[in-house]
């Protein structure tokens, strides 16, 4: 059983950076992949990023790529969503995922256990 808690959302200019922390109950947190997905009101929750259990694999949807960066500390129990040169279509729900002995991936059906997400709101 895992228990995750995001935090770090907020209300940003275009242009600007957050950060997202996933906080992770359990002493089993290696033993996860993790994921960040996003959901836009009146749209589908659909996949950001996620990393392998040791961090040494990333994955990233396209819109995404070169802004935003996945990274875990496994000795904190914590994911992190780093959110560079931030825009509007960005504003969204977002959420981390666990999925137990998984490797990353962008299917939803794929995590175990989900938070409870934190507002990220990018204003023009």
């Known amino acids: 059983q895992v228990q995750l808690v995001e935090s770090g959302g907020g209300l940003v200019q275009a242009g600007g950076s957050l950060r997202l922390s996933c906080a992770a109950s359990?002493?089993?947190?290696?033993?996860?992949?993790m994921g960040w997905f996003r959901q836009a009101p009146g749209k589908e929750r659909e996949f950001v990023a996620a990393?392998?259990?040791?961090?040494?694999?990333?994955y990233y949807t396209d819109s995404v790529k070169g802004r935003f960066t996945i990274s875990r500390d496994n000795a904190k129990n914590t994911v992190y969503l780093q959110m560079n040169s931030l825009k509007p279509e960005d504003t969204a729900v977002y959420y981390c995922?666990?999925?137990?002995?998984?490797?990353?991936?962008?299917?939803?059906?794929?995590?175990?256990?989900w938070g409870q997400g934190t507002q990220v709101t990018v204003s023009s």
């Open positions: 995922a666990a999925d137990y002995h998984g490797m990353g991936s962008a299917r939803r059906s794929q995590y175990n256990y």
């Open positions: 990393i392998s259990w040791s961090g040494g694999r990333t």
């Open positions: 359990g002493r089993t947190f290696s033993s996860y992949a």
